[in-house]
């Protein structure tokens, strides 16, 4: 016994099916509204009133009523140049919305890079370096120190740039032969830092070279990026989730 059974022992009816030629009309209806946003997007200054969105609307739904009936006449005949109407369409429609969104779509590289950049720096323009926000709502950002790797935070309220006793360390400096004798308020409150100068720091193509650093005597998390790097920059400023880097060659 069959147990797809309805309320009387009956065999249940088979759920109904759409037709393959309304398919192909509503296919054909959602690549028109496709591309009707897509050259209003591209045209805006065509369409500005309520009296131009009534003449659009009053075309498209001339479109629907006769290819509707359209659909409805051909009945009978081979759906395969309905199909294919339909496939052209639509593909008429991607290339208008792909025009339509083309600045979007020039920056979506861009934007998949800062989404996946793990702190290192996004060039977006000429001159121009941006560092996505972290989770904790930081921005961090890969640096070189003599060539070497060392994540940054960047620290807006730190005057030096200060490199952890960890980070120190990796980079062949042997904190014993340090005199940490500058003295520093901190968040934590006192602190000393030894004075210890970079053959070269690099964040990006920013390259100053003979730079001014400080090494923590206290342990740190990360290393800091602060006001001596920031100021030897053009300019910067946070916008939305990005701390934005400008600068003028030679940063040096």
């Known amino acids: 016994m069959s147990d797809k059974t309805g309320p009387w022992g009956r065999d249940a009816p088979p759920p109904p099916r759409v037709p393959r030629r309304a398919r192909l009309w509503l296919l054909l209806i959602v690549g028109l509204g496709g591309l009707v946003l897509a050259l209003a997007r591209a045209f805006p200054e065509a369409v500005r009133t309520r009296g131009d969105w009534a003449d659009v609307a009053y075309a498209a739904g001339l479109v629907v009523l006769i290819s509707a009936g359209v659909f409805r006449a051909g ?3 081979s759906p395969e140049r309905l199909k294919h109407a339909a496939i052209w369409l639509a593909i008429i429609a991607a290339v208008a919305l792909g025009f339509a969104y083309r600045d979007e779509l020039r920056g979506v590289p861009q934007h998949l890079r800062l989404a996946f950049s793990d702190g290192e720096p996004v060039a977006v323009g000429d001159h121009q370096l941006v560092i996505p926000q972290d ?5 961090e950002v890969i640096g070189r120190v003599n060539g070497q790797r060392v994540r940054f935070l960047v620290d807006t309220g ?3 740039t200060v490199l952890s006793l960890d980070d120190a360390r990796r980079l062949g400096i042997d904190p014993a032969g340090l005199r940490f004798d500058e003295e520093a308020e901190t968040a934590n409150g006192k602190g000393y830092g030894a004075p210890y100068r970079a053959r070269r720091l ?3 193509p920013i390259a100053l070279d003979d730079f001014k650093m400080s090494v923590n005597q206290a342990p740190m998390r990360r290393s800091l990026l602060g006001l001596s790097f920031l100021r030897r920059l053009d300019s910067f400023e946070v916008r ?3 701390l934005i880097l400008r600068w003028r060659e030679p940063t040096g």
């Open 158 to 160: 730190s005057t030096d």
């Open 240 to 242: 939305g989730r990005s």
């Open 135 to 139: 989770g904790d709502g930081g921005f």
């Open 202 to 204: 690099q964040v990006g």
């Open 75 to 77: 009945r009978g005949r």
